[in-house]
């Protein structure tokens, strides 16, 4: 390798770096394992729609509904959300993926996901999916 190109290889490696820093940091307590991640619910739609979350740390979702109805938050890969499209379990609260949000309350759940990955996070009361209540989850 001649000089320039290692240069080059040294630059897109610091960059790289940096890039992942930030986006850590923008969802973090520094100092702290455990991460925070607060997710807004108004009309019916998750805000943010689009995360990223690092591999193997505990992240701690902070779900405050603005609405005056119950929403859920399910994460999962297809298989889930198709699982859950036809469910008949009416509240969730068993595992730390699976939540329900009552009127205007605020629930918190902390999940240390093992895979990286993209998932989706879907409220699947009747009409939400369809509405647009859906998101995009990064591990990585
Ligand atoms: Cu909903």
Known sequence: ??????????????LAALTLFVAVAAASELGSGQITVDIRIHHSRYEPSVLTVPLGRPIRFVFHNED????????????VHEAHRTGTEQRHGERPTEVSIPALGTVTTI????????????????????YGMAGTLTIR
Do not use: K
Not at 1 to 14: C, F, I
Not at 115 to 124: E, N, R
């Open 68 to 79: 005056p109805i119950e929403h859920e938050w399910i994460v999962g890969d297809a298989q």
């Open 1 to 14: 390798m001649n000089d320039a190109r290692r240069r080059l290889t040294v630059v897109a490696g610091v």
């Open 111 to 130: 999940v240390t996901f093992p895979a990286s990955g993209p998932l989706l996070y879907i409220c699947h009361l009747p009409g939400h999916e369809a």
